[in-house]
């Protein structure tokens, strides 16, 4: 069993920037060839991937956090990291990490960010 814990999150002005941790333990097998992805799930909203990162650390993003969000991973430390610069109200959410495939790991808790004045 895969566990995935994500952290960094919190309350931020809009410009702000945070960056989030994503760390994997348990059962992983190769976490390297994995292709990693952030997700993110505001109120009342479905759950959308924003970044992904591919095992030989190619990324992709959506449209709306282009250029604003930077997707990185540390195969050593089984880790997916983002850094979340020029905050906006509308990325308020809790993001969660997982793999970028039809069959995720089971979810973590997500870690909550607010963006507001």
């Known amino acids: 069993q895969v566990q995935l814990v994500e952290s960094g999150g919190g309350l931020v002005q809009p410009g702000g920037s945070l960056r989030l941790s994503c760390a994997a333990s348990g059962s992983i097998f190769s976490f390297s060839i994995r292709a990693m992805g952030w997700y993110r799930q505001a109120p009342g909203k479905q759950r959308e991937l924003v970044a992904t990162i591919s095992s030989g650390g190619s990324t992709n993003y959506a449209d709306s956090v282009k250029g604003r969000f930077t997707i990185s991973r540390d195969n050593a430390k089984n880790s997916v990291s983002l850094q979340m610069s020029s905050l906006k109200p509308e990325d308020t959410a809790v993001y969660y990490c997982?793999?970028?495939?039809?069959?995720?790991?089971?979810w973590g808790q997500g870690t909550q960010v607010t963006v507001s004045s």
């Open positions: 997982n793999v970028n495939s039809v069959s995720f790991w089971p």
